[in-house]
Structures are given as structure tokens and as C-alpha cells.
């Protein structure tokens, strides 16, 4: 059985550095696409940022964000996580890890809708 599962969220202060980790069940890192999505308040669910393990696990990230996060993985564990720094306002949401079956595509894609496995999130939440 498929499943992720988030952990790491939390309340934060402006500035602060939280870092959610996504343990995946039921695959391995190596052979499904993960990426991470975030939902705001009213907003629609975005794309975030993934390895794209069919391009030697290079790194995308929303323009917007690439240079306050990172995203790791530690495959022994089969756990990603992602790293956000000087966090904002804005920045709070509920953030998700999604996984789709292979094939892998480059880049992968990061519309939510094509993504058929979701954990349950995390929430951020940035208080000014």
C-alpha cells in the first residue's frame, strides 16, 4: 500500500526555518516522483518543489521560493523533507507530499491532479 505521510509543520515565528519531512511507504524514492504542493487559505493547492529522479534527482522549485528552501531526501529512510527558511506571512499553508506512478516524466509535473498519492500535510503557520 501506498502511503506518505508529513510530519514537522507547525507555528513559527516571521523568519523562521521549519522543515517538514515526508516518509513514504509502500515505494521506493528511486522509482516514484514525490513533490511537495502547499494549499493556502482559499487558495488553489501549488507546486513547491521535487527531485526529478528520471534526470539524476536535479532539483526544481517554484521560482518564487528557490532560494528560502532546499528539499533533501535520505533514501536509507525513504524520507524527504523539505527545508524553509526566513519564512513569511504568505508562506503559511497546509504543505502536502503527492507521489505518482511511474513513468517518470522530466520535469515531473507539478499540477496536483496528476498526482495520485497524497499524505495528509502539514500545517505552517507564520505568525507576524
Not at 509502500?26 to 493556502?40: E, N, P, V
Request: charged content about 20%; proline content about 8%; some cysteine.
Amino acid at each position: 500500500e501506498v502511503r506518505l505521510v508529513e510530519s514537522g509543520g507547525g507555528l513559527v515565528p516571521v523568519g523562521g526555518s521549519p522543515r517538514p519531512f515526508c516518509a513514504a511507504f509502500g515505494f521506493t524514492l528511486d522509482d516514484h516522483a514525490i513533490l511537495w504542493f502547499r494549499q493556502a487559505p482559499g487558495m488553489e493547492r501549488e507546486g513547491v518543489s521535487c527531485f526529478s529522479v528520471a534526470d539524476d534527482d536535479a532539483t526544481y522549485y517554484q521560482d518564487s521560493l528557490q532560494v528560502r528552501f532546499t528539499i533533501s531526501s535520505d533514501k536509507a529512510k525513504n524520507t524527504e523533507s523539505l527545508q524553509m527558511n526566513n519564512l513569511k506571512p504568505e508562506d503559511t499553508a497546509v504543505y502536502y507530499c503527492a507521489a505518482r506512478d511511474p513513468p517518470l516524466a522530466v520535469p515531473p509535473p507539478n499540477t496536483a491532479s496528476k498526482y495520485a498519492y497524497w499524505g495528509q500535510g502539514t500545517q505552517v503557520t507564520v505568525s507576524s
